[in-house]
Nanobody, 126 residues
Framework: QVQLVESGGGSVQAGGSLRLSCAAS????????MGWFRQAPGKEREFVAH????????NYADSAKDRFTISRDSAKNTVYLQMNSLKPEDTAVYYC???????????????????WGQGTQVTVSS
């Protein structure tokens, strides 16, 4: 059974940092693009960051640029999201996602991903 399990969420004050992890099990995702999305209450799920299957390419939402960093450790089948300078508007449930195989040009769309984690809550207070 394929699973993506996020961890590392929590509550932090504005300006603080958190590092999210997404551990995959059931199969390797070393040949798959992976991404992070988030969903705030009453809002649609939105793209945060993407990393290519080999880690050679990363993409970020404008809201995440210069503050968030996505990375992956294929040996551990894990992807990370380092979040710095957090703002109250970053408050959301953060989801990890994986493409079944290879890459997707539409990495910013949820429908491009085949596997999803259950999400981890991030709350940023002012």
């Amino acid at each position: 059974q394929v699973q993506l399990v996020e961890s590392g969420g929590g509550s932090v004050q504005a300006g603080g940092s958190l590092r999210l992890s997404c551990a995959a099990s059931g199969r390797t995702f070393s040949s798959s693009d992976m991404g992070w999305f988030r969903q705030a209450p009453g809002k649609e799920r939105e793209f945060v960051a993407h990393i290519s299957w080999n880690g050679g390419s990363t993409n970020y939402a404008d809201s995440a640029k210069d503050r968030f960093t996505i990375s992956r450790d294929s040996a551990k089948n894990t992807v990370y999201l380092q979040m710095n300078s957090l703002k109250p508007e970053d408050t959301a449930v953060y989801y990890c996602a994986a493409v079944a195989w290879g890459s997707s040009s539409y990495y910013y769309l949820p429908r491009s991903y085949n596997y999803w984690g259950q999400g981890t809550q991030v709350t940023v207070s002012s």
